[in-house]
């Protein structure tokens, strides 16, 4: 099981930040699970370049351009350098900032490129009855994984987080049938995109309102693990979560 940790913005000092830090080596050590900690790109380094622990680190987005004349932009380059060796890419808070599915597919490659494993964000805004929204986490998928070689799109790992899903409750969260229909249906376009058996080793992760009080339950389905947000800045909560599924 895989345990993403994404900060979001909601970690803005150092001090907060090396006490979630500490509080997910205590759980890492205790456990089988793999955690991963996603902190704004400027509390990386500090967190992560000292970093002996069984927790690992993600950049949150990098830019899709490459280093030089780009005042602002965190390329990958960056932040491998700063200690990541994940990056979370296309999410939907950075697709609401204007990423399209092409920008997400040119991040991805420079995230392959710098050796980084890249956690692709899919997920649809909302449900109708006539299953447009699968075809619309079929387009997220395939338009970022088609350009790759097989090689590469076997390094990825997908997270599911349905835009309806993300910064609510554990009671407005999916139902686990519903999570189960989506890992299934993600699954099966995987294995078009990848040869032979290999998209059975990709890991489906889910995201959207885990909580202490849903991950039980959500962890039943068919997932490999869950990118939390909210939840994952409580130290209390993060805890919490980590017991009820470790
Ligand atoms: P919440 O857990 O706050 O719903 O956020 C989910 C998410 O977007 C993680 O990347």
């Known amino acids: 099981m895989i345990i993403i940790a994404n900060w979001k913005a909601y970690v803005e ?10 509080e997910s080596k205590k759980l890492a050590s205790l456990s089988a699970l793999t955690i991963v900690i996603a902190p ?14 069984r927790v690992s680190f993600a950049a949150q987005d990098v830019s899709a351009t490459l280093g030089g004349a780009q005042t602002g932009e965190v ?8 200690g990541a060796s994940y990056a979370i890419v ?7 900032a204007g990423d399209s599915n092409a920008v997400v597919a040119e ?12 956690i692709l964000c899919v997920g649809e805004r909302a449900r109708d009855n006539e299953g447009l929204y699968l075809s619309f986490v079929r387009e997220e998928l395939t338009s970022a994984l088609a350009p790759l070689s097989a090689e590469d799109r076997a390094r990825v790992i997908i ?13 407005q969260s999916i ?3 519903d999570l189960v229909e989506m890992t299934l249906y993600i699954r099966k376009v995987l294995a078009e995109l990848l040869p032979g058996k290999s998209s ?3 890991p489906v992760l889910y995201g959207g309102s885990v909580e202490p009080g849903n991950i039980r339950e959500l962890a039943g389905s068919t997932v490999d693990g869950f990118l939390i947000g909210h939840a994952s800045v409580d130290k209390a909560s993060f805890t919490a979560l980590v017991r009820n599924i470790a």
């Open 90 to 96: 296309g999410h939907s808070e950075r697709r609401a």
């Open 13 to 22: 000092d150092s001090k907060k930040a090396k006490a979630l830090f500490a």
């Open 107 to 118: 991040k991805l490659v420079h995230i392959l490129a710098h050796d980084l494993t890249p």
């Open 40 to 53: 704004p790109a400027p509390l990386l380094s500090g967190l992560a370049l000292r970093n002996r622990s």
């Open 175 to 177: 139902e686990p049938h």
């Open 200 to 202: 059975t080793r990709v």
């Open 159 to 171: 997270a599911y987080e349905p835009i309806w899903a993300i910064g609510k409750t554990a009671e």
């Open 75 to 82: 390329t990958a380059a960056a932040c491998a350098a700063a």
